[in-house]
Each structure stands twice: as C-alpha cells, then as structure tokens.
C-alpha cells in the first residue's frame, strides 16, 4: 500500500518476551499479519519499518524477546491485522505485554493550505493492545498500567502514601472481571476481551517516534 495513498500513517511499538522453546518461524508466522500487510511476501521482507531509524519487527532468540518499532501505511483495515497479531502472539507469550498502535493523520499533515479550515481536526487514533499466555496475564498488564495512570493523576492533588486504597479498588475491580471470566469459560462461553484485550481512544495528537 503506498505511503502517498493511504489515510494513516501507522506506529507500532512495544516489547514482548516470548517462551524460550518457541520457534523462530512461529515468530514469524505469529506475525505475519503485520509483514504481509506491508505488501511484503516474506517477514526477512516485511520486517523492515518505513523509517530507517526504527528498529522494524526484531526477534532476538538469545534473549527471547521481540522487539517492536515498525511504521507501515494503511487505513482503518489495519485494526485486524494487529487484531490477528496479538491472537497469534498469545500462543508464543511468556508473559502479558502492552503493544501501542498509534494511527497518524496524513491528511491533515500535508493540509498546508487549510482545505480543512480552521476548525478541521486530524483523525489521530491510539490503540492499547495486549498479549499474554493467559487471560489472568493480560489482565495484570491492564491492571499495573491503568494503577500506574491513576497514581500519576492522582499525585498531582495527594501524597503517594495516601493512594492506598484506591490501588486496593483498582484491584479489586479486576479481581472481580477475571472472576466474571473463569465463570463464563467454565459454563462454556467464549470469555469477553481473551483474545488480546484492546481499547482505543482519543487524546490529541502524539509526538511520532518519540521512544
């Protein structure tokens, strides 16, 4: 798809440590979705970002991690494509793992003449992503970064010392959602938000390429 073309210019970013006996090529082909949505017909490919100066999609056996700092042109389509992703990473996850997805509006970039008019806003996404080898491991990822949100804010008008119990409500408010869910995958329905657990939202534009 070319860059010149399409709507979104899209980011990826994050760090996930894989099992130490999963296949290099399972790696590969847990992300597939991702190279082939480049246009690319092998990951050695597909791999590469659109900057040079990012890293791409990297796999590092010894220390089994893979690392992510990939840039691609797309559109709206490319929420399945990662959707995909994260299912096929939960198979090779030793652990939950965030993954940013920043959408960039290119649109609104190269409106140098105002087509847009002074009130035109850029269609900027973000989306939260994770990955992990269970449910109960994608939701202690959820759980540390919303905590970590919530301090941050909360630091601002009270003292750390003070936070206590809300960290105990977040707590126990995902301790309530993994109940709700080994209770819905013992009675035999498909759990809610298992597959790799996303949300999006809006928040004014991101700096790009800030890591």
Known sequence: ????????E?????????????????????????????????????????????PGLVY??????LQICWTVSGDDDFRQAI?????????????????EVSFYDTEFDDDEDGARGPDGASR???????????PQAIMEVQRDMLVQDVVHIMERHFD?????????A????????????ETSMQMGRPPRGAG???????GGRKPRHLH
């Not at 899209?10 to 760090?15: L, N, Q, S």
């Not at 590092?60 to 991690?65: A, M």
């Not at 959707?83 to 993954?99: P, S």
């Not at 900027?124 to 990955?131: A, E, I, P, Q, R």
């Open 124 to 134: 900027d996404d973000f989306l939260m992503c994770f990955v992990g080898p269970t």
């Open 170 to 181: 977040v707590d126990a408010l995902f301790q309530q959602r993994y109940s709700a869910l």
């Open 160 to 168: 750390a010392s003070e936070l206590g119990t809300v960290v105990s």
């Open 10 to 54: 899209i980011h990826v970013h994050g760090d996930v440590w894989l099992r130490p006996d999963a296949p290099v090529q399972q790696v590969h082909e847990a992300l597939a979705p991702l190279w082939k949505y480049s246009g690319a017909e092998a990951f050695a490919q597909g791999c590469a970002s659109s900057y040079e100066e990012e």
């Open 1 to 8: 798809m070319s860059r010149y073309q399409a709507p979104f």
């Open 60 to 65: 590092d056996s010894g220390l089994h991690k």
């Open 83 to 99: 959707e995909d992703t994260c299912m096929g990473l939960n198979d090779v996850a030793l652990k939950g793992a965030a993954i």
């Open 196 to 202: 790799g657990g996303s949300g999006h939202g809006t």
